[in-house]
């Protein structure tokens, strides 16, 4: 089973560069710290679980929601070390679910599609755990930030913002383009049967006027006096 990484946020001023490289270090950072966004495919009645290490009094937060597949559901559980269930909902579209861990120790978290059992799934997953580290020593400080340091956190959180805002379009993007796919094939399905069952009415048409037409020509031929 996967276990989830934490990719750790960092940027900082460096005196003489100013702006220009505070700001070159922000759009460079991948991700917020703490936080593992996954999407991955889910067979046909299968079970896919993923693990994270948690310490007491953390705030995290599971975001997932159903790409592709069927009726864009899947069942999702969230365990504690012990084994109790934290979350538990049942073929679910699109759910949040945020808690504060009381023990240290592995959570679990399963996606299943086991109810399903010919149609695969195509599932993204967001988990968040604790806060993003300061971008600065000295934010956790008493005094006030500098003008430049209050600028690069503005931006900071403008851009987690922008990022959050692209990540949700692109999967309600892929989440529609599925579903017009899906709909043109059944549409297409509709039309080759439509065609070929007007194509064997025809035909039967057709065999049965050739039919009427030879029984008739026989019956004229029948009734028809001989010649002397």
Partial sequence: MPRLGSAQRWAA?????????????LLLVPGPGGASEITFELPDN?????????????????EFQVITGGHYDVDCRLEDPDGNVLYKEM????????????????????FSNEFSTFTHKTVYFDFQVGEDPPLFPSENRVSALTQMESACVSIHEALKSVIDYQTHFRLREA??????????????????SFVASSG???????IMGTDQERKLKKRNTASKPPDF
């Fill in 13 to 25: 001023a460096a005196g003489r560069w100013g702006h220009r490289l505070l700001v070159l270090l």
């Fill in 46 to 62: 299968a079970k896919q679980c993923f693990y994270e290490d948690i310490t007491q009094g953390t705030k995290c937060t599971l």
């Fill in 91 to 110: 073929k679910k579209q699109y759910d949040s679910f945020t808690f504060t861990a009381s023990k240290n120790g592995t959570y679990k978290f399963c």
């Fill in 175 to 192: 989440q529609g383009r599925s579903r017009a796919e899906d709909l043109n094939t059944r549409v297409a399905y509709c039309l080759c």
């Fill in 200 to 206: 064997n009415l025809i035909l039967h048409w057709i």
